[in-house]
């Protein structure tokens, strides 16, 4: 079995950062399949896969992994935690790096990234940033 997620995808696609291993050669894992691997991926928690793309492609463009592989990765992280601006826009980035056909929905991430933002940034009602904020209704 391999050791993590990192590893079973380093052994199907390679590793850009990494030299060869010492006895290179076909692996002989049981699991050694691409079908297993997506398997593995798809129920991966979000730190696992974000490991794996951090480690495999630590400059979003380059690395081994499959353009299927990264989009569903980034894909499953985000319907793990779908409120983060910075994966989103990290998704949208790496969208946009791989090719023309999925700019509307790296377009859509980064408007959901700004606008979660915005709503982050605006003051919460019953507060006193919100009290503040509002018109005086005194007249």
């Known amino acids: 079995m391999h050791s993590s997620l990192t590893d079973h995808a380093r052994c ?9 291993p010492v006895a290179p050669g076909p692996c002989t894992e ?22 794996m793309l951090r480690e495999l492609c630590p400059y979003l463009c380059d690395g081994y992994l499959p353009v ?26 790496s969208l946009v790096l791989h090719g023309p056909d999925w700019d509307d929905i790296a ?20 507060t006193a940033a919100a009290a503040a904020a509002a018109p005086d209704e005194r007249g």
Do not use: W
Not at 69 to 84: H, K
Not at 112 to 120: I, N, Q, T, V
């Open 107 to 126: 377009a859509e991430l980064r408007r959901r990234a700004d606008a979660l933002e915005e709503s982050a940034d605006a003051p919460k009602p019953g």
């Open 30 to 51: 049981p699991d050694h399949d691409e079908g297993y691997f997506v398997e593995s991926l798809t129920f991966a928690d979000a730190d696992t896969i974000l490991a």
């Open 68 to 93: 299927r592989i990264r989009n569903l990765a980034y894909r499953l992280v985000l319907l793990q935690r779908p409120d983060e601006p910075e994966l989103m826009r990290e998704a949208a980035m």
């Open 12 to 20: 199907l696609y390679g590793d850009e950062y990494r030299p060869e």
